[in-house]
């Protein structure tokens, strides 16, 4: 009957499908399950403190662990952080199959953050829920790493510290699962439920990529790549899924600050992967596959334009001595960031030389911060160092929602009806459902709602919104209760008591989306409309 408007329903979420449908961001998830790899950190055992650190999306969360089939639970409200220690003996060692898995259930939207520490030896993790994990991955060149790989070092696989990088892949399904390893070689693995695999990334094998027949994660790094004093560090990295598009990725010279001669960006694309050197003058780079950065201590995934998101939570690391974020955006809405509840200053902000992004550094304090946007898309880092360890990842992201009042774990409702009623049929429909009439209370609001309804608006003329003409003094009112502070009125709107009642809202082409006094009864289109639920700030 209305061909168009459905069309407009569907792209503006229906009701039932927005409200409940859970934000598909990359990390967050209810299902989870972490593996730690093998750290060795100095030459005589000592034991980890591989850890995870699990924050909860909304209230009421209930998280369910597991290793070695013991459960554990803690229950969680919006914001809260469970950190779990896990049983040292989890640790990966030199096997080529294992069980050693911690997973994590849960009945609400979560992020897990892996740790894995052993004495000065530290690497973290974002792990990807099993929901979002592909059957494809490409694997990045080996970065050249004195010990592990240089021509002249002796390379032997049993002694793992001169081993070469290893790829680690777990089991994504609660069944059989069959992977495929392909280069110049290829390897194939059939893992149970609950097994990972460890392979060995050995320079004739030319290992280029993993397939499988159901999702799994990979892994890739190596469990000594950081020597020191009698002591070595691992490094590692989760592999994101090959994106099968060419995606650009951006280099923020703060990732490579303070290592610039020796930092490289990895290429892997399919059949492809080369080792660029850092450049400042080439800050971004168009890859048909993933992209990471590596420095000394540091294998980072960059963030692809086409991952960027609007809310990020950061953890400081409580014994580092620095800890910080770095953020990117697109210089023209560098206004919109904001850490917690405050702006930053423009002075600080740095062009990406060749781009039109920009990025900064922001000192963390102790405890969670919330990054966000109030209009826009972005990427955050979390970089710190304590002396010579270095750590870093991409921050957990919690929305992909730009909301002008905060980060968004449930986002705003605006239904645009399909079948044209009076006002006060609309009204009550609206509240039939648990939503209200639309109401344009601020100019935040207005700014917000009329960018979603704009590219919408050659469809149909007008709508009903919850303002009306108070029958007992004649003064408008916004049927939420909020004042009347913001108004968007047409020319010679409103008019006299006798011209209309009710508040209508122009959506056609170019008028500004003014608003009109009109006569209630009349039939026309509507906006129910919910606010979103946001997390704490
Ligand atoms: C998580 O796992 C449970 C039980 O295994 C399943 O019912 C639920 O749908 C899963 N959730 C997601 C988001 O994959
Ligand atoms: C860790 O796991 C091992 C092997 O299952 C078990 O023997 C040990 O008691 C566990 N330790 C703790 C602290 O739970
Ligand atoms: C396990 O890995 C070793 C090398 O570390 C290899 O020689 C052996 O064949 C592998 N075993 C299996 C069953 O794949
Ligand atoms: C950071 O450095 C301090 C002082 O050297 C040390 O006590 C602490 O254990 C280190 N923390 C981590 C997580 O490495
Ligand atoms: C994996 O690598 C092999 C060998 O280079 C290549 O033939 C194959 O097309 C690749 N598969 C994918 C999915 O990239
Ligand atoms: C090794 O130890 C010496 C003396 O304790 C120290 O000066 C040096 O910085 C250390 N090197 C590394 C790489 O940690
Ligand atoms: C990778 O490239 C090969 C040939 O170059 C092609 O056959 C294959 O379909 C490609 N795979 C993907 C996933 O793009
Ligand atoms: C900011 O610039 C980008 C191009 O870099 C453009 O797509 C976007 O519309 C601009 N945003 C604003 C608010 O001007
Ligand atoms: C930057 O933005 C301008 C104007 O939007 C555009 O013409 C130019 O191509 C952009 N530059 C890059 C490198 O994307
Ligand atoms: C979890 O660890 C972080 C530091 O990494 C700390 O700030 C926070 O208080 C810890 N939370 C709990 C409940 O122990
Ligand atoms: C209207 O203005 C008052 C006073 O400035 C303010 O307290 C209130 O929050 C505003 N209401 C809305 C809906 O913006
Ligand atoms: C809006 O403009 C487009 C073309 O510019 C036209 O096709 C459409 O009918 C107009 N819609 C309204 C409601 O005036």
């Known amino acids: 009957m209305y061909p168009l408007l459905l069309l407009l329903l569907l792209l503006l979420g229906g009701r039932s499908s927005e409200s409940t449908a859970p934000v598909p961001y990359d990390n967050v998830g209810q299902n989870f399950t972490v593996v730690f790899p093998e750290n060795i950190a100095s030459y005589y055992p000592s034991p980890p403190t591989n850890m995870v650190k699990i924050t909860a999306l909304k209230d009421g969360t209930t998280v369910k662990l597991q290793q070695y089939g013991n459960p554990e639970h803690q229950d969680l409200d919006a914001g809260d952080v469970w950190n779990f220690t896990a049983n040292a003996t989890l640790e990966l ?25 052993k004495q000065d030896s530290l690497q973290t993790a974002v792990v990807i829920p099993t929901d979002k994990l592909s059957t494809t991955y490409l694997i990045p060149p080996i970065p050249t790493i004195p010990g592990t790989n240089n021509p002249q070092d002796l390379v032997v696989q049993t002694v793992t510290e001169r081993g070469p990088f290893r790829i680690i892949i777990v089991n994504g399904v609660q069944e059989q699962n069959k992977v495929t390893v392909e280069g110049l070689k290829t390897q194939e693995v059939s893992l149970q439920s609950g097994q990972v ?17 159901k999702p799994v994660a990979v892994l890739f790094g190596h469990p000594c790549a950081i020597l020191g004093n009698c002591s070595c560090g691992l490094l590692y990295t989760i592999l994101p899924p090959a994106p099968g598009r060419t995606l650009k990725y951006l280099v923020p010279p703060l990732l490579a600050k303070d290592a610039e001669g020796e930092t490289r960006v990895l290429l892997a694309q399919n059949g492809s992967t080369s080792v660029k050197p850092y450049d400042s003058s080439s800050l971004m780079y168009d890859v048909a596959g993933t992209a990471i950065l590596y420095r000394p201590g540091l294998l980072l995934p960059l963030i692809p334009t086409a991952n960027f998101a609007c809310c990020f939570v950061v953890t400081a690391f409580p014994t580092f001595t620095n800890n910080y974020a770095v953020i990117v955006v697109s210089s023209n809405v560098t206004d919109g960031v904001r850490v917690g509840k405050d702006r930053i200053s423009s002075a600080d902000w740095k062009k990406l030389g060749g781009t039109n992004y920009s990025s900064i550094q ?6 969670k911060t919330v990054i966000w946007h109030t209009s826009s898309k972005m990427a955050v880092y979390f970089q710190g160092n304590n002396g010579s360890t270095l750590i870093g990842n991409q921050a957990p992201v919690i929305s992909s929602s730009p909301d002008f009042r905060g980060c968004v774990v449930t986002p705003e409702v605006v239904d645009l009806e399909e079948q044209p009623n009076g006002w006060r049929e609309s009204f009550k429909n609206c509240a039939d459902s648990d939503l209200e009439l639309l109401c344009l209370s601020s100019t935040d609001l207005q700014k917000q709602i009329y960018g979603k309804l704009n590219q919408y608006s050659n469809a149909i003329q007008e709508v009903w919104i919850g303002m009306r003409r108070s029958s007992l003094n004649g003064q408008w009112y916004w049927v939420n209760g909020d004042s009347v502070n913001s108004t968007n009125w047409g020319d010679g709107k409103p008019g006299g008591v006798e011209e209309g009642q009710c508040t209508i809202m122009s959506l056609g082409n170019g008028t500004g989306f003014q608003w009109s006094d009109d006569d209630c009864c009349k039939d026309a289109h509507y906006i129910c409309y919910k606010e ?6």
């Open 362 to 367: 922001v000192t963390l304090s102790l405890g």
């Open 532 to 537: 979103p639920e946001l997390f704490p700030i």
């Open 197 to 213: 695999a460890q392979i060995w990334l050995e320079e004739g094998a030319g290992y280029k990529n993993v397939t499988a027949e």
């Open 93 to 117: 060692g030199k096997q080529n199959i294992s069980s050693n898995t911690l997973t994590i259930n849960s009945n609400k939207d979560i992020t897990v953050q892996a740790i894995s520490l």
